[in-house]
C-alpha cells in the first residue's frame, strides 16, 4: 500500500513539475499555488503567402498571361519552327533549350518537340522569397559569345534578356585581326538577329575610326537608368497595350523618364536621323556590290479580269557572299546589327550615331569595283 502511495505522489510530483515549466516566474507553490506572469508577446510575422500572392494571385496570373499572348515570344513564330529543335540554336530559341541552358551551361542535343516560350522558361525557383526575388533564372553579367573575354552588364534583372539578345559573331578586326580581307561565307553572316544587348551596352561592333568619338563603354542613360525591363516592362498601360510582359515598349515610361509628351518613341529625331543614316550606309555597301537588291516575280490571278498575271513583289536587301576588304565587311556587320536591332538609335542614341557615322565615312572612301 504504501508503495501505491509513493507512486500516486511521485505521478502528481511530475504533473506539476510539467505545469510549472509552463507558468511564469511566479511558478507552482503547491499543486495549487498562483499563476506565474505572463511571458512577452512575440512580433507577429508576416503572413507566409502575403509576397507569393503579389504575383501567383488569380487576378494577377491572368493579367500576366494576357499580356504576354501579346509578345512574339508567346507564339514562337519568329524563332521555334526553324531554330527551336536544333542544338546549336535551341538555348534561346525554345523553352526547353533555354531551360538546359540555364541549368547547365548549355544545350545537351537536338530537341525532339520544341516549344515557345513560356512562364517557366525564364522563371525558375525563388532564392530568397522577398518582394524582389522573380525567381530568374539568369541574371547575373554575361561574358558574351561575340568575346568570352569581356563582360557585359545590363543591370540586374535585365541580363537575363542579354543570354539571347547579343551578337553571335564577333566583328572581323576582332575574329580575323590584321587581315586586309574577309570571306562572307554565308547569306546569314552577321551578328544574327537581335543584337540589342551590344547596342544597349555600347560593345561588340565594328568601331571603326572617323570623325565622332565613340562613347565610353558602360556610360550610357538606357544602360543605367532604363534598361531593357525599365522600358519594355514598366507598369502595364492597359490603353496603349505596352510593357509589362507584352515586352512592347512604353512610351509612357519613355516620356517620363524624359519628361516629354511624344506621342512616339522619336524623341529628338533620333530615329529619324538614324533612320536615314541607315539608308546611306545601305546604298553605300549596294554600290560596293557588298549588298543587293532583289525582286521576286510570281503569277498570280487578277481577281477583276480573270487572267493570270506575272507580277513582281517587292524586293528585299540581302548580303552577297563573297570576300571584301574587311573595313567593307566590317560595315556590312554595322549596317545588319543595327538595322536589325530594330530600334533605329533609341537604345543607345550616341553609340549608334557614332558607328553610323564613322562607318559612312569609311565605305565612301571606298572606291567602285570595276564591272
Known sequence: MKRK????WLLLLSVAAIFAACEGPAGIAGLNGENGANGT??????????TCLA?????TKANIDAQFSMSVHSSGINAVDYAGGRASCAACHSHQGFVQFANTGEVLGNITNPTAWECATCHGLHETMEATDYALRLKEPINPIFDKT???DLKGNSNLCANCHQSRRGEPALTNPGEDTF???SSHWGPHHGAQANVVAGIGFAEIAGSVEYPTAGEAKHLNQA???????????TEEGEGGHSWKPSLLACNTCHDASNTDFNYGGVRTDVGAKLEVLRDELVRLGVVGYAEEEIYELNEETGIIELVTLPGEYHVNPGVYPTVQA???FNYVGLDEDRSLGAHNPKYVKAL???????????PTPAP
Open 183 to 185: 570571306n562572307i561565307s
Open 227 to 237: 534598361s531593357c525591363t525599365g522600358c519594355h516592362m514598366a507598369e502595364f498601360d
Open 150 to 152: 569581356v563582360t557585359m
Open 356 to 366: 553610323l557615322q564613322n562607318t559612312i565615312e569609311a565605305v565612301e572612301a571606298e
Open 5 to 8: 502511495q509513493f507512486k500516486t
Open 55 to 59: 504575383c501567383h494571385s488569380g487576378e
Open 41 to 50: 508577446d512575440g512580433v507577429d510575422g508576416t503572413d507566409g503567402n502575403a
Open 330 to 332: 566590317r560595315a556590312f
